[in-house]
């Protein structure tokens, strides 16, 4: 599985790194992006895994805050980008290939924490990489991602409309059916979205108590949850988010590792 999500991840890393540098992805820059890195605090001086970095968008955002990051990825394409734009604007980012669920160019106990944004959900392996994860964070260090909520995000069958044509109830469908699938979609602010060839991700569908039990099997205590809302000035600066209003989008989950 691993082959096959490294392949789509290095087809779509030329445009996928051109669109996030641009700022297509509104989706991080007004909602998941702010809302995440409030819901982890301040870790300006800790040592971080950005894991599943990517092309390193997020990545330098961290630094950004005052962390120390390492970024790690599956993909080669990503990291070329991402140690492509280190090396024109250099802000002391170390990046690595491999996947998340087998790091051996990392020692035990090596992180004060491990972030990963919008990344768990395309691992073929979630329980291996959690396992993983706990092995390379020290004794007490956070482990915190943001993922696209599996409640609402599985199986999108259709929106209810109000008169207005505001989006006002959403139809899922098949949440228990943990199967992997392959996505297609183009980040919507993209001015040349219909002259590039839409993104191919391979997506792996997990229930929440997929993900909540595999980081306590591994370990961890659950610290804190959160199901972001876009608020109404967020909504004013992009009003495609506001439907989002009444359904989270996005869950994010903190765990710790517990010393001893």
């Known amino acids: 599985m691993d082959d096959d999500v ?13 669109h996030k540098e ?36 997020t990545t330098r955002e961290m630094a950004a805050r005052g962390m120390t990051v390492v970024g790690v ?27 998340v669920c087998d790091m051996p160019m990392f020692a035990d106990a090596s992180f004060d ?6 990344a768990i959900m395309d691992l073929a392996d979630y329980e291996g990489a959690v396992r993983e994860i706990w ?39 098949t ?12 980040f919507g602010l993209a001015p040349d979205r219909d002259e590039v060839e839409p993104f191919e991700v391979m997506y792996f569908c997990r229930t929440l108590q997929t993900y909540l039990n595999g980081l306590i099997g591994a370990g961890f205590r659950i610290a804190g949850v959160l199901e972001p809302a876009p608020d109404e000035a967020t909504c004013e600066q992009d009003p495609r988010l506001r439907k989002w209003r009444n359904f989270p989008h996005a869950l994010c989950v903190e765990a710790v590792k517990e010393p001893g």
């Open 6 to 18: 490294r392949r789509m991840w290095d087809a779509n890393a030329e445009v996928w790194a051109r």
């Open 22 to 57: 641009a700022g297509y992805d509104i989706y991080r820059t007004l909602y998941h992006g702010p809302a995440f890195f409030e819901f982890v605090g301040d870790l300006s001086g800790k040592l971080v895994l950005d894991a599943g970095c990517g092309a390193g968008t």
């Open 73 to 99: 990825d599956l993909s080669e394409r990503m990291v070329e980008a991402a140690r492509d734009h280190e090396r024109r604007d250099p802000v002391g980012i170390r990046y690595e290939v491999g996947s």
């Open 113 to 118: 924490a491990v972030l990963s944004t919008m």
């Open 135 to 173: 092995r390379v964070l020290r004794p007490g260090g956070m482990f915190a991602f943001i993922i696209c909520h599996p409640c609402f995000t599985h199986e999108i069958r259709g929106w209810e409309r109000d008169e207005q044509g505001s989006a006002i109830a959403l139809t899922v469908g």
């Open 175 to 186: 949440y228990l059916d943990e199967r992997t699938r392959v996505e297609r979609w183009t």
